[in-house]
């Protein structure tokens, strides 16, 4: 079977097979990195070995050989996943993923674990160069400290919550119009000008939801408990505590995402309230509703920035073109390798991402694109990452070649502000304009939520055996404090209830101020690119290039901007896009 697997792997994948970036030292040319049988002898070769170095420079070589299979293995990983996502009708492809999940990467856990514990335990370790390894070096320890044998069943029951609340919000269906639809084919219906169009529209979304309430609350409390549990086991008095370690923020802690809600508390949430007065002008309207904020303010048809696929690449080939000619080649290369899957089509996987191909240190990019202004922010944004995985192609070692999250993200978001100042490349003057506002909007109207949804996990997990009442309340305390002054009149519960649809509260807890902080940084880069847009680009790249091998303020130094999301930082920031709307008209 494993053999086949490859076989119809390989076939599925958009592009052709591509060779190992360097020629392997460790791991076999010939292996099948689908069978664990073969996979396993690797492992052993590593701890054997480990007990026998008595040098740094053989310690570095051992390091160097793991990250190989390490990258090997998640190439494997990354082309099952590309195929099955790029062809959801085809059983094979979806049988050789789902057996990579659960044949090969439980099995890996506690392997990894025994080398990262030998790694920290070795004597020559000290004598390795702490300006290279210290990043490695402290996650590994901290990863190591965090793991208890009793979390691992938990965390796998927590895993399985997870997936119960992803199959409860994708299960759920409306009748609209005599036609069954599900939830987020629902949300087109909001950029519709008819407005008793819309509210019917969410109406309907808002009810559905409602009758879902108690099965929401279920899965959370029982992921609340899980997550207390798990804390205490790892000796924290809270959930919040143990978060920020096993999330790996070394450079940041609570007090500092604290900050970061009274910065956009201070200097946001009243951009956000003028733009809404703005549009309820524009709508002529008494009163603006939770329908009437997708719509075009006046009303224009939605922005048809191409038909074909085609016309999107060559059209953001030549945003890149004038950008910089490192990046275009860059993308060149990827559309020449067919490392882009980009057209929407039957039997394809919905939504966007960018994947890296570990071995071949060359990044893909996947999207559903019907020919809508999202779809040019969508390819900005993942060309941004893939952009960073090509400008680590040079480390070698393999977990540097990864950046945290916060950084990942400030190299897609600030393509996205740089690829918009060429948008003209799909529109005429005045559809540029529009395009590049609706955008910025966006931009404003995330970090809000961001300080939202960060503050209510700060207060859910620091108020251990809170009751549902009280989590309400606590709910609608921030949204007093960072949401917009819209209408909610008859639609009370869905504004106290409005947090059950963000995913990242139930499948990966802290996890989303990483969004905040990274389009802080994009701004930033953007505010240098105004001044002098060679010199911002230059840096963007050498900070790409870092990829995981420095703390985060260095990679934000590196990239011209500052790692710090307090008042004084975010004040200006909110200023510039201001000014920057206000010249948009
Ligand atoms: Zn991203």
Known sequence: MSAATFGVVMSLLPFSDLAPYKPRQFVPAQIDLGDWAQISPLFDALEK????????????????DWGEL????????????????????????????????????????????????????????AK?????????DRSTKQMVELYREENVPLETEEARLGQQYQKLSGSLTVQFR??????????????????PLRQE????????????????EDIFD????????????????????????????????????????????KHVTPLVHRLNDERKQKLALDALRPWDLSVDPLNLPPLRPFDK???????????????????????????DLKLLDLANRKGKAPGGYQSTLSEARLPFIFMNAVGVQRDVETILHEAGHAFHALATRGEDFFAYRGSPIEFAEVASMSMELLGNEYIETFYNADDAKRARRKHLEGVIDVFPWIATIDAFQHWIYTHPGHTRAERKTAWLALMD?????????????????????????????????????AQLGALQVWANSKKDRAHALRQYQDALALGGSKTLPELFAAAGCKFDFSDGAVGPLAQLVQTELTKLG
């Open 49 to 64: 070995r480990l007990a026998e170095i008595n040098d740094p420079g053989a310690l570095e070589e051992w390091l160097l």
């Open 70 to 125: 390490a990258a090997a293995l998640e190439e494997e990983g990354a082309k099952r996943y590309i195929a099955m996502s790029c062809h959801t009708d085809n059983a094979d492809a979806e049988k050789a993923y789902i057996e990579y999940i659960e044949k090969i990467e439980p099995e890996l856990k506690p392997r990894n674990f025994k080398l990262d514990q030998g790694y920290l335990a070795h004597p020559a370790r």
């Open 128 to 136: 390795l160069s702490p300006a290279r390894y210290g990043i490695f």
């Open 178 to 195: 005599g036609e069954e639809k599900t939830l987020v084919q629902m949300g087109r219906y909001l950029e519709e000008p008819d407005r």
């Open 201 to 216: 529209a969410w109406e309907l979304v808002a009810k559905r939801r409602l009758e879902e309430v108690e099965k929401f």
């Open 222 to 265: 029982q992921l609340i408990a899980l997550r207390e549990k798990i804390a205490k086991n790892a000796g924290f008095s809270n959930y919040r505590d143990y978060a920020f370690k096993a999330r790996g923020r070394f450079d940041y802690g609570p007090e500092d995402c604290y900050k970061f809600h009274d910065a956009i508390e």
């Open 309 to 335: 696929v085609e016309t999107m690449v060559e059209r953001t080939q030549s945003i890149f073109d004038k950008l910089d000619p490192g990046l275009a080649s860059g993308f060149r290369r990827m559309n």
């Open 481 to 517: 404090r960072f949401g917009s002054k819209i209408d909610w009149t008859g639609y009370e519960e869905t504004r106290a209830y409005i947090w059950q649809k963000q995913l990242h509260l139930f499948l990966y807890p802290f996890y989303y101020i990483e969004y905040g902080i």
